[in-house]
């Protein structure tokens, strides 16, 4: 778990209302180098987005979520107010329609696997906030 201390590895947000889904994110991340917070909806996302921010590098999160604000509200309020903050937006049923999500993220659908997900990563996060592992498969994977 993301502490508000400082540490090598960035921090990411996953939001999502269904536990085993939200788990297998953040093994994935954490396999990627993050040291992970959790929501289980958009509402608590936000209230720890508005505490945590400082650390937290990535937003990962589902579309469709119980509480007054799903993974697009989510994804455009955290633009607008955290514009360091990189987003994934992620969903097996519902597609952005066009001005849902910010310009600045990214969507997957879902089922994803940790490829994907690091695929994704590798192309939206600026070096200097992409955790050790990711630039080290990055480098791996361009290496003759």
Do not use: Y
Request: aromatic content about 4%; some cysteine; charged content about 25%.
């Amino acid at each position: 778990m993301c502490e508000s201390v400082s540490h090598p590895e960035p921090c990411a947000l996953v939001v999502d209302d269904d536990g085993l889904i939200r788990m297998d994110a953040m093994d994935i991340l954490q396999d990627a180098g993050f040291r992970t917070f959790e929501a289980s909806d958009g509402d608590k996302a936000m209230t720890l987005l508005a505490r945590e921010h400082a650390v937290i590098v990535l937003l990962f999160t589902d579309v469709q979520m119980p509480g007054t604000r799903n993974g697009f509200a989510v994804a455009r309020e955290t633009a607008s107010r955290w514009p360091h903050i990189a987003i994934v937006v992620a969903s097996g049923h519902v597609r952005p329609e066009p001005g849902e999500m910010p310009e600045v993220a990214r969507f997957i659908g879902k089922p994803f696997t940790s490829d994907m997900v690091h695929d994704h990563l590798r192309d939206i996060l600026p070096d200097g906030r992409k955790p050790a592992p990711l630039r080290n498969r990055e480098q791996a994977g361009s290496a003759p």
